[in-house]
């Protein structure tokens, strides 16, 4: 009578080198995150400096954004007229929104001011401007 060997099965094991490289990976992206290195959406900008400023409450907000030539409403670039009637959208969905002015040092007071007398004259009256904290 014959009999056939069985084959040898060979235990299971982990590869321990391709999980050390997916660990080193997800280590090295997570410190260029928190680091800042990978750049985050929107316009650098400098803001201005105050002694009394703080830190804002959680609420329903919109950042427009003010350079010397252009203006952004959440990262997107618009014009005043778009940027009255985006944030009148956002407010017809009941809830009363906050807006906040993330303006450049460079930027003339004139246009500064021309924006939040805009603002203020179609009805949004929180209107807050984004300083930095001494």
Do not use: C, Y
């Not at 069985?6 to 280590?27: C, R, S």
């Not at 409403?73 to 778009?82: A, E, F, R, W, Y």
């Not at 450049?104 to 930095?132: H, I, N, P, Y």
């Amino acid at each position: 009578m014959r009999s056939w060997s069985e084959t040898k099965k060979a235990k299971p094991h982990i590869e321990l080198i391709p999980m050390i490289d997916v660990m080193m990976f997800l280590l090295v992206f997570f410190v260029l995150i928190s680091l800042n290195v990978i750049p985050s959406q929107g316009l650098k900008t400098q803001l201005p400096s105050a002694t009394t400023s703080q830190a804002l409450k959680p609420q329903t907000k919109a950042i427009v954004t003010l350079l010397a030539n252009q203006i952004q409403l959440d990262g997107q670039n618009t014009s005043i007229d778009q940027l009255v009637q985006s944030l009148k959208a956002q407010q017809q969905s009941g809830k009363s929104i906050a807006v906040i002015i993330n303006s450049d040092k460079g930027v003339a007071v004139e246009q500064l001011v021309s924006v939040m007398d805009r603002l203020r004259a179609d009805g949004f009256t929180s209107v807050s401007l984004a300083t930095r904290k001494v």
